[in-house]
């Protein structure tokens, strides 16, 4: 099922007269951007999770550098690919963006009704963030450790399970990834939301999952960390080491948040998007909420983003050979 939500910002003041020429030069590009119509920005996934969190509080800054509403929508279903196919044939001017994830990356590999590719299938807006998901278990599973977790996967082998936000999410491939590694036979069991998975992992129907907005259930008992799935710690959780760390090397996959434009968009609205996209990120009140979601800010230009696609590209490839994955 196709899920359809939108939020609104709504701006109701003025910006400076610095911010007024940003918006000036995306009016001189694309007039009709100076018209009440607003921005829509999509996000291929459902509302709740860390994708759609980080949209919102984007967004709402960006209305304000851009003086225009921006509205989120929330097109789930299909892995991603419905929303990112609707954001793709939208039309070129700067009045339709998606936001995303790391699994835009994935999706020529895991869905057959979307062979473009992630280099070319979109033109940058810019990399907001980077985070590393982290690996939690039920508190029931006697392991208080990431070594300890494969040295009892090992020993009850079929027995444990992991969830994942679907076919192809970051989730998955970072669960499949771990079994490859360490040789460990552990049950996917896929949800078609973040939510979905949390919800079963803290009922304990599930033994662990990868996910990067568990924090408070960590900090209330209801699940245990083991590993940071990333190249650095979370600093929200300074005790809990990366997975390099905690006897699993390699097992370093950054997720990732960025914004993108139809390919065709005027070359001068992209450098406004990216402006006000990183004067979004540049405001202490945006930092702070990231800070408060574990994402490392990503300021600068849509080389970025492009720089993160082309390393994804090698990654993903390589953990569909190692792991043996087939999507059907």
Known sequence: MTAHR?????????SASALSALLLTLTAVHPAQAQPGPIKVIVPYPAGGVTDLAARVLTERMARTLQQTIIIENVAGAGS?????SAMQAKPDGSTLLFTNISYSTLPLVD???RQSPLTAFAPVGLAATYGAILVVHPSLPVKTLTELVEYARRHP???SYGSAGIG???????????????????HVPYKSTTAALNDLIGGRISM?????VKPYIDSGKLRALAIVGSQRDARLPAVPIA???GVPGLDMDAWLGMMAPVGTPPATLKALNGALNAALGDPAVKEQFASLGLNLQQGGPELLTQQLQKDAALYKSIVDKANLRFE
């Open 6 to 14: 939108s939020w609104v910002h709504r701006v109701t003041h003025a």
């Open 81 to 85: 690919r419905i929303g990112t196919v």
């Open 112 to 114: 057959p009704g979307f």
């Open 158 to 160: 079929g027995q444990l």
């Open 169 to 187: 999410s970051g989730s998955h491939f970072a669960g499949e990834y771990l079994k490859a590694l360490t040789g460990t036979d552990i049950i």
């Open 209 to 213: 999952g990868i996910d990067a907005t």
């Open 244 to 246: 390099d760390q905690a």
